[in-house]
């Protein structure tokens, strides 16, 4: 690229930048006007204690004023409509990916930007849209659930929120290409056929969200733990709040390796010592990412086991069947995250000792998995009526899916299968069934259900709703049953060509991914129709004011704590 | 003890029971009894194998023979023999990968890393390529290798 396309590239974005700062700027500084005036028309001396007595823990639909109001529910909102878009702009890159493959040699994307993609459709999903959502949805519902008392950090949440979102920007026109793992020395290379030129302002990116992600989870244990009603003990703490618990525990133990590790990354760009062939230092960078990016993979599925142990009961008629295992489960799951980043790397040259080490931990990952699908199963089992409302069917969808993909995952954890099936296709089927399945499905089950709050009473199209749950259900099996069986017979992930006797594996694979395409343009539109429309039921939403449950004597009392 | 709790337990101690037996299985087959068709990167050159150097750089495999020939992104090895591969890189992280005969092994600059391995006893043709994410012309370091 030449010197005069970078600069028209850089000053267009500037400017476009430039506009829709200015324009946030004069609706923020209107709405906080009137804000202040209507507080003072009230009697407060200011806004913010204005904001807390009027606005918190009461349901909160999406207008401006969610920009400078720092209470949770409207830091909530941001994380949680910041991470949709994300959502929607990977998915477009992974729909694009996928529609290249057609045919063995690369047809409409060309190399340096199918790495492009790949690299962005992994690092948006994981590190922007599930962790955005997570702390966008325990942001919303916590405070209602544990009765906050009190909300009186919002503005380190607030700078929280804003660094995320730069860092998100930046990662998006860095147009870096060293996937979402960056392994070092080939993210050390700053050109088109390497991690890409600006690769240097991915890695600044990636720093700035962890640490906007790292302020904001200690910011939430701290409403969790101390700003708590005296009503809700420790015992009867709702489920959804305990995965919260336990994802921030997760993610703020385990990012400070991989901010290390980012932070002597761009020091090698100026100084290459740490993580180059000469130091026989390369694997080093390895390990200090997977420590962290295994957790980081349960921390993108933790909070949607929460929100389906709060659903589950809701459209069940029926209490969850053991509190305590439930909680049980979730605990360990975050206890042994920590102890299997090593499965990531067998066959680099770890050993025999510690390949079945960390092989063994990771078959001891099933046992809180285990316990987890148990219960569920157990609640369904026992269950009264059960209401087949399109939040259900998702919540069974990725039930069924977690399960399918579990299994294929510990397979893979063995290490003399892992060494046919790392690298292929496997990989990406079996985490491809639980992120679809949980993350992207429990996230449309808890929008579908808090839709009516966000949009102040307004409901969507069931049928529409349901064309999207099934089309999302159905586009992820076919995706990642293609792959699974196109990777057992060897077809390697991560390429924008492949040997052609793979094609039929890949088409089905195409099909597959753009079913679930179509099927989230379907809730787009759907949710698009249903805000023009005038609303026409109240805001209330059944996570937040949950209906009466029949009481039952053992366990602790779950659906919000109620 | 509760009812809810015996049922827990039961199915707690099934899934563990379960999981032991693999994990007890997986133990032996890698430390013990080697299968003919899969490989292994943990026993060090006893069998007297034939040494191949493996140099993988962007975007090909190098593989040095024992007499000294060279060849890229074509391996050429005799059935019914055992082979010791040398793996390393020259720039950045790659990962050899011979799916049908269970092969693979990353090749990382500044580090050495062997696998024996046994080729089937059978004439035949089988691709590699690289696994592992290595820039632009990653899904070209490919070849095929061909028994004989």
């Known amino acids: 690229m030449s010197t005069l396309s970078i600069l028209i590239e850089t000053t267009v974005i500037l400017s476009v930048v430039f506009v829709v700062l200015a324009y946030l700027y004069y609706k923020l500084s209107t709405a906080k006007m009137s804000l202040s005036k209507a507080a003072d028309a009230k009697g407060y001396e200011d806004s913010e204690s204005y904001v807390t007595d009027m606005m918190a823990g009461k349901p909160r639909r999406l207008d401006w004023s969610i920009l400078y109001m720092n209470d949770s529910k409207s830091i909530g909102l941001r994380f949680i409509f910041a991470s949709l878009i994300f959502l929607f702009i990977g998915g477009a890159f992974g729909v694009m990916m996928r529609l290249s493959l057609t045919e063995p040699v690369p047809t409409i994307i060309q190399p340096e930007v199918y790495n492009v993609l790949l690299t962005e459709h992994a690092t948006i999903m994981i590190y922007l849209f599930t962790v955005g959502m997570s702390l966008g949805l325990g942001f919303y519902l916590i405070p209602t659930q544990i009765k906050a008392v009190r909300d009186n950090m919002g503005n380190i949440t607030s700078v929280a929120f804003w660094l995320y979102l730069v860092g998100g920007i930046f990662f998006v026109i860095s147009r870096s290409a060293f996937r979402w793992y960056l392994y070092p020395p080939l993210s050390l290379q700053l050109a088109p056929y390497g991690a890409g030129s600006d690769a240097w302002l991915g890695i600044l990116a990636m720093e700035l969200i962890f640490i906007g992600i790292s302020m904001a989870s200690i910011v939430a244990l701290k409403i969790i733990f101390l700003d708590r009603s005296k009503e809700v003990p420790l015992s009867r703490l709702p489920l959804f709040t305990w995965s919260i618990v336990f994802t921030l525990i997760m993610l703020i133990s385990s990012d400070p390796p991989i901010m290390v590790a980012l932070g002597m990354l761009f020091y090698d760009y100026f100084n290459p010592v740490f993580f180059t062939a000469g130091s026989h230092n390369v694997l080093l960078f390895t390990d200090l990412f997977w420590f962290w990016g295994h957790p980081i993979v349960y921390i993108a599925i933790l909070p949607f086991f929460g929100i389906i142990y709060e659903l589950l009961p809701r459209f069940s008629g029926t209490k969850i069947y053991s509190y305590n295992s439930g909680v049980f489960g979730l605990g360990l799951l975050m206890v042994l995250s920590e102890l299997v980043w090593g499965h990531h790397l067998q066959n680099s040259g770890l050993g025999l000792n510690w390949d079945l080490f960390f092989s063994i931990a990771s078959f001891a990952v099933v046992i809180p998995s285990a316990i987890t699908v148990f219960n569920w199963i157990a609640t369904l089992w026992t269950a009264t009526s059960i209401r087949l409302t399109t939040p259900m069917i998702l919540v069974l969808n990725g039930i069924i899916d977690f399960i399918i993909g579990g299994i294929t995952g510990v397979m893979l954890a063995n290490t003399s299968v892992n060494e046919i099936l790392h690298g292929t296709y496997a990989v990406t089927s079996h985490f491809h069934y639980v992120f679809v399945g949980i993350s992207l499905g429990i996230t449309l089950a808890a929008f579908y259900v808090l839709f009516p709050t966000f949009s102040g009473g307004r409901t969507y199209d069931e049928r529409l709703a349901r064309w999207n749950a099934y089309l999302v259900a159905f586009g992820s099996l076919l995706m990642s049953t293609s792959w699974a069986i196109g990777g057992w017979l060897g077809m390697p992930r991560a390429v924008d060509g492949y040997f052609a006797w793979f094609q039929p594996y890949q088409v089905g694979a195409i099909i597959g991914g753009v079913i679930i395409g179509i099927g989230m343009l379907v809730f787009l539109y759907n949710i698009a129709v249903s805000w023009w429309k005038a609303p026409s039921t109240d805001m209330d939403n059944i996570i937040e004011n949950p209906p009466e449950i029949p009481s039952d004597t053992s366990g602790g009392a779950i659906g919000g704590g109620r | ?148």
């Open chain 2, 1 to 148: 003890m509760e009812k809810k709790t015996k049922i827990e337990a039961i199915f707690m101690l099934l899934i563990i029971v379960i999981l032991g037996i693999f994990a007890a299985q997986q133990a032996y087959v890698s430390a013990h009894e080697i299968p003919n068709s899969i490989a292994t990167q943990y026993k060090g050159n006893e069998s007297g194998a034939t040494q191949i150097h493996v140099i993988g750089a962007q975007w090909s495999w190098t593989f040095i023979y024992a007499n000294g020939t060279k060849s890229v992104d074509n391996l050429t090895l005799q059935a019914n023999t055992t082979y010791q591969l040398v793996v390393t890189s020259q720039d950045v992280i790659h990962d050899l990968y011979i799916g049908h005969i269970g092969v693979q092994i990353y090749a990382v600059p500044g580090q050495t890393n062997t696998l024996t391995f046994t080729t089937p006893n059978h004439p035949g043709q089988y691709f590699f390529e690289c696994v592992e994410y290595c820039g632009k012309d990653h899904y070209l370091m490919r070849g095929i290798m061909t028994v004989t």
